[in-house]
């Protein structure tokens, strides 16, 4: 898709205020870009010349503009993110795997047309069809919710909304952070499979990661960052069997891998339909040790490991490593960055659904 289509806010300056359970705490994202780059260098040296991290300039110092409002819902449906707690809540205690996958699914919505809930539309050669998305789930939790927000706010809340404060609440019941959710997104009408092949598959190179993160209005320090999502969830040995036996054409496995997570890997790996977990050591909590997990070649998909090789992306994968607040912090910046991602003609042709799997026929 062409750059054109796409556009970000700013929030690298933003102050997000972060209340939950009576917890509140400001995070600036500048003082937390300034405080990995300061101890990536203490650790690394003064050759911090490689690493693409740009400090915001005051032109950063814009709000959310006037798409996206923190208070968009307070007199439109009051009560929304009680509603989408609620919910999410009663989904992810009866099934806890549905916590990744409710925050994979706002991920592959946001990189592709901008979030604009289009990876919900279910039609023939829908991107919820593309063979980058077979394995997305929590559908069905998007749809109870929507249904239960209609009862209350008819035709009103939107289904990108929706998803954006659903990954956000899935996040902090997996152990992760609560951040503050800007709101105001269109539902798009367009949705096509073949746009969905853009999402990363897991063997991209560094490079090609830092290019499409940037595409996106994201730096590198968010790649780095929300690649820590990896520290929950699964995959499926699909996207790490080239690595187990035939590496690069080679016959042989990724002379990368930890030799003990390889034999790990080719027992729980027999199928390719079978699921492995992102994070061996702790993979049902919310933690840096997918950090700690790079530094001993225990990386699941190869550009996981990638991270802890290229000199652009190793110090803020050691700096994360060490300080669990800090990359908490900043995955919740990160994340309104992502949410943040919009699609011109979604905004200005949107819709607000009122079944996230169907443009409203009225329209």
Known sequence: ?????????????????????????????????????????????????SIALKIPSLEDLSAIGDDLSYSFYHERCHD????????????????????????????????????????????????????????LRGFEVIDDIKAEIEKHCPRTVSCADILTAVARDATVLAGGPYWTVPYGRKDGRLSLAKEAE????????????????????????????????????????????????????????????????????????RWASENVHLDGETPDTFDTQYYHNLKKNMGLLSTDQLLYTDSRTKPIATGLSFESSLFKNQFGVSMV??????????????????????VNQYS
């Open 198 to 269: 853009i999402v990363p598959k897991g063997s991209e190179s560094v490079t090609n990661l830092i290019e499409f993160f940037q595409s996106k209005g994201l730096n590198v320090l968010d790649l780095v960052v929300l690649s820590g999502a990896h520290t929950i969830g699964r995959a499926t040995c699909e996207s790490v069997q080239h690595r187990l036996y035939d590496y690069k054409g080679t016959n042989k496995p990724d002379p990368s891998l930890d030799p003990k997570y390889l034999n790990y890997l080719r027992r729980k790996c």
């Open 1 to 49: 898709m062409s750059n054109k289509y796409i556009y970000t806010h700013k929030l690298t300056l933003s102050t997000f205020n972060l209340n939950h359970n009576s917890y509140t705490m400001k995070i600036s994202s500048f003082i937390v870009t300034i405080i990995i780059i300061s101890f990536s260098m203490s650790v690394f040296g003064d050759d911090y010349s």
């Open 337 to 358: 960055k992502l949410a943040s991602i919009l699609d011109y003609t979604s905004q200005d042709d949107g819709e607000i659904r009122v079944d996230c799997k169907y």
């Open 80 to 135: 929304v993110e009680g509603i989408i707690y609620r919910k999410v809540k009663e989904w992810v205690y009866k099934d806890p795997t549905l916590a990744p996958s409710l925050l994979r699914l706002q991920y592959h919505d946001c990189v592709v047309r901008g979030c604009d809930a289009s990876i919900l539309l279910d039609h023939e050669g829908s991107e919820k069809t593309a063979n980058a998305s077979k394995s």
